[in-house]
């Protein structure tokens, strides 16, 4: 089975590095605390947003051909219950 390219999500990712180094420097800096939650809330909304486009993309591609036929079916649904339920 080939897994999908993600490759797309790289200039998400790299915007939320950089995110999570701003969040570093207001604590180093000692910024307000709501400024700094409220950035921390951003950038978890932000891998939120990347979570759900790489889980999109499992289930147009990876589940919806474990049902074309391969005999993965029950496996792929397993997998994704168990990743779910963390």
């Not at 998400?12 to 180094?21: M, T």
């Not at 570093?24 to 709501?34: F, H, P, T």
């Not at 499992?58 to 079916?73: R, T």
Request: net charge positive.
């Amino acid at each position: 089975m080939k897994h999908p390219c993600h490759k797309n999500q790289i200039t998400s990712l790299r915007r939320i590095k950089g995110q999570i180094e701003g969040v570093e420097r207001m604590i180093e800096d000692g910024k307000y605390c709501v400024d700094i939650l409220n950035q921390i809330k951003a950038t978890k909304n932000a891998i939120s947003t990347v979570e759900g486009k790489v889980l999109r993309t499992h289930l147009q591609e990876c589940i919806k051909e474990s049902f074309n036929g391969n005999g993965d079916s029950d496996n792929k649904i397993e997998e994704i219950v168990k990743l779910l339920k963390r």
